[in-house]
């Protein structure tokens, strides 16, 4: 069962039990001071029925506690470090064993039972509030709990949105470990994947089929678990349980943000506009584009590298080559060398949100090669071929052995 789950049943149930008890004293009171001569049944149908009707009012208030308080609050907890939990827990302990040694002294009639609740929730309030006053006492006397609470790693949660699943490229990110877990998908993200995968568009298609595998492939990734070294959980979880305020809010991405707020988690993704929109409310935003662009090459004006030229430009003459990493070379007068590797010199750079983009121009050694293997014609070089490189008759005139020929027809000099 989840534990939000169990949370929530555990408070309901227990508010009911003491909605129950404080109706039967509730009656007995109502009985003894309103209508002292009421005799059975009646008796027991009025103590019966502000017992149930009591039970059922704190129900739904422990019911509306827990889902608006006190779950969250315990989400919360995973923040607080080991100390202050360990000061908490015992603070609250301490204070239920006065508060109970406190509620021996007063009379056992079920009138009382209130009251006795009352006080022994007040003192387990103030045994916390005691213990976390004296935290630093507490540090000097025991410092294996500072040792402790330091020696554990505190890792943030982060949850994964539609576009970084059917990326493809976040499994691999997880096999390096430079993303640490735990990892969420939540349930909504991963019934949108199902959409997509279910598309009747044969793209949108392969990728939600994609991100399905990817989601499958980081379920089988494990992640150290402080609590129990020996058994590592895995590094991706799907969350299913959400606060309230996010179950009722209908599209995807806000949804994304609000939780991401409520939970204090990080959002993974390489949507622009969800990074931006995240930001805005002060969530923080892992974009995998960015670290992308971080690892990439650095390239300077003026360098020189060499490149395979794969394609013609959208401009007169461009030849368009691609980096390692994906970074996309525009290239002056490289149209003649599509399919060569040849070496260029870097022009400019332009960096946009979609990533890099590098102009640069052939080196001087490449320009000269391509003048000489298909520079201009020479002197009388073939200007007059016909279609098959046969020399055609001159239509002008020209030397030839003393006589003038023209239109093809021999004629003698004339003085």
Known sequence: MNVNRLIWITTTVLFAVIGFLTGLSLGQLYLALLVPGLKAPMH???????AVATSIL????????????????????????????????????????????????????????????????????????????????MLNVFPQLETASSSGSHCSAK??????????????????????????????????????????????????????????????????????PEHPEPIMQVMHDFPA????????????????????AAIVTNDFNLNRVAALQGVQVLNINELVGALRPVVLPGEEMTIMISREGKEAG?????????????????????????????????????????????????????????GPKGSGDDLFDDDNGNQRPSSGYGDDGGNRSRGGVRRPYRT
């Open 245 to 264: 305020s996010v179950r009722k809010i209908p599209t995807v991405d806000s949804k994304l943000v609000a939780l991401a707020k409520e939970l204090k």
């Open 318 to 374: 461009q030849g368009i080559g691609y980096l390692d990493d994906g970074t996309m070379v525009v290239i002056s007068d490289g149209r003649r060398h599509i399919g060569q590797t040849c070496k260029i010199i870097i022009g400019s750079l332009i960096q946009t949100a979609a990533g890099k983009m590098i102009f640069a121009e052939m080196k001087a050694e490449a320009r000269s090669e391509t003048r000489e293997n298909s």
């Open 159 to 228: 949850i994964l949105d539609t576009n970084i699943i059917i990326d493809g490229r976040m499994a691999d990110i997880c096999k390096t470990g430079f993303i640490e877990g735990p990892l969420y998908v939540p349930s909504f993200v991963l019934d949108e994947v199902q959409y997509i995968a279910d598309s009747a568009d044969a793209l949108k298609r392969a990728r939600g089929r994609r991100g399905l595998d990817v989601l499958n492939s980081m379920r089988e990734l494990m992640t150290p678990n402080p609590a129990n």
């Open 44 to 50: 027991w149908l009025i103590i019966a029925t502000l």
């Open 58 to 137: 704190l129900a739904r208030l422990g019911s509306w506690l827990a889902n608006r308080f006190l779950i969250n609050s315990l989400n919360r907890m995973q923040e607080v470090s080991a100390v202050d939990r360990v000061l908490g827990i015992v603070g609250v302990l301490l204070g239920l064993l006065f508060g109970a040694l406190i509620s021996f002294t007063l009379p056992g009639d079920p009138l009382w039972l209130p009251i006795k609740l009352c006080v022994m929730a007040v003192c387990a309030i103030f045994g916390m509030a005691l213990l976390q006053g004296m935290r630093e006492e």
